[in-house]
């Protein structure tokens, strides 16, 4: 038997087959991927014309609508991770893939993160500009937010698992998700409105590091054994 | 034709057994003290009307559902502890394709290489057996039912694996492609592999043949 399962594909080939089968699904569909970042871009170029022009109040309210509306547009995202793989079957044959469960499902949520977060980060200067944020914390503002998607695409999939058998599971998974997600949020945004007002900033940038991390090293497991119970 | 040398010699010693199952879905008990045992070569074949736990059965046996007694054996280790290892030695081909449909064929049967030990067949001659050849550039999704069912024939052939679990295999197929399926799982067996399948059509398949009559 041990010849036998040396002949298996390593881990690795399963990690990256199913991300890149993943961004081959999102190329094709393109919608799919540039919804969350419209959502994204809506709420913060909107917001702005809600509140009036005055710099000094945008400047203020910046950092926390950039980071709010990113954790609501991953959060918008996160429902169609493993729903498609549910509908046509192929979590099922992922399930009974002799591949490590938590390997494939980590291999999902880089492809998620590469179509939802990764977008999220590289717009956000863009944005920035309308919340005349300086540029020297714009750099700031993308590492907090790269590494604050990262966890939250991770700590999504195990929403995304265990609701992913419900009809109308969104509302459940929002309620799941957000209590994990709220240090990142509180973290991120107020790192960037340190980083505005020259305070130190560091402290926020290691603890977002930190947390995503510890996303990093258990979420996939969580996530595996989520996909299988909610797919007795 | 042969297009499973490589996993003869190691299919010889191959073994499905199961003692005492009992599985109960909500409120049902589908099956109580239900058992078998299947040597390579042999074809298990579950049979009962719709909705009696002919699919629950081999979710079981692909070890997605937990039973409330009894265990799975894949030559005589309970299969919990080594999921492994059996998966490897298995394909499945269920109700729902499990294939892509915005991806096309080769894309689809692609994603699979990645995932479990492939044999060495030439793949054109697969694609030629099953009639799809022509079909490899086509997102799946303009594909009819029955072709689409015919790719994931071919991804099953292509594993080199001893177990075949086939649910409802003749969905969706013309006559020429039910008699297709009956005879490459009879050179499946053949050689040494085993078949679960659910059917409510006869099977004319030459193998020693274990029923099991769901209620």
New interface residues.
């Given amino acids: ?1 041990n010849d ?2 040396e ?3 390593g881990i690795l ?2 990690l ?3 991300a ?2 993943d961004l ?2 999102a190329w ?2 393109p919608g799919d991927v540039l919804n969350p970042l419209f959502f994204f871009a809506m709420v913060c170029t909107l917001f702005p014309l809600a509140v009036g022009p005055s710099a000094e109040q945008l400047e203020f309210s910046g950092p926390g609508v950039l980071w709010v509306a990113a954790l609501l547009a991953t959060l918008l995202s996160l429902n169609s991770l493993f729903l498609g793989d549910f ?7 992922l ?6 469960l938590p390997v494939l499902a980590l291999g999902k949520t880089l492809a998620h993160w590469l179509t939802s977060g990764l977008p999220l980060v590289l717009v956000s200067p863009i944005l920035a500009i309308t919340y005349s944020m300086p540029w020297s914390v714009v750099p700031i503002m993308m590492l907090t937010l790269m590494l604050g998607t990262i966890s939250l695409s991770l700590l999504g999939s195990i929403g995304a698992a265990l609701t992913v058998g419900l009809h109308r599971g969104t509302a459940l998974l929002s309620l799941l998700i957000l209590p994990l997600a709220m240090p990142v949020l509180l973290l991120g945004a107020n790192t960037v409105s340190l980083a505005a007002g020259n305070d130190i900033y560091t402290t926020g940038i290691w603890a977002l590091g930190a947390y995503a991390i510890a996303s990093l090293s258990l979420a996939p497991y969580a996530t595996a054994a989520a996909l ?1 119970i909610s ?2 | 034709m042969r297009l499973r040398s490589a996993t003869e010699c ?1 299919a010889l010693t191959a073994k499905l057994s199961a003692e005492n199952l009992t599985l109960i879905r909500g409120e049902r008990c589908l099956f109580e003290g239900l058992g078998f045992a299947l040597e390579s070569g042999g074809l298990l074949l579950l049979e009962g009307r719709n909705g009696c736990g002919k699919t629950s059965l081999m979710r079981a046996i ?5 039973l409330e007694t009894g265990e799975i054996f894949w ?1 005589d280790v309970p299969v919990l502890r080594q999921r ?2 059996f ?4 394909v ?1 081909l ?10 096309n064929m080769l ?1 689809n049967l ?2 699979e ?5 492939q044999s060495e067949c030439d793949l054109e001659s697969v694609y030629e057996r099953l009639g799809i050849e022509r079909l490899k550039k086509l ?1 799946l999704r303009a594909l009819s039912a029955g072709q689409q069912r015919r790719v994931a024939l071919a991804r099953m052939l292509l594993a080199d694996v001893p177990l075949w679990l086939m649910d409802e295999p003749f969905t969706n197929l013309d006559r020429e492609g039910r008699t297709l399926v009956m005879k490459l799982v009879e050179e499946h067996l053949g050689a040494g592999g085993l078949c679960v399948m659910a059917a409510h059509q006869d099977v004319d398949i030459n193998a020693p043949l274990t029923r099991i009559r769901m209620q």
């Fill in positions: 038997m036998l399962d002949q298996q594909p080939s399963g990256w087959a199913t890149r089968r081959l699904l094709k569909r509908e046509d079957g192929s979590l099922d044959q399930l009974v893939s002799p591949q490590p299988r797919n007795e | 190691k692909a070890g997605m559902l937990s030559n492994q290892t998966h490897g030695s298995l499945w269920a109700h729902r394709t499990g294939l892509k449909g915005d991806l894309e692609q994603f290489r990645a995932l479990r030990r997102p």
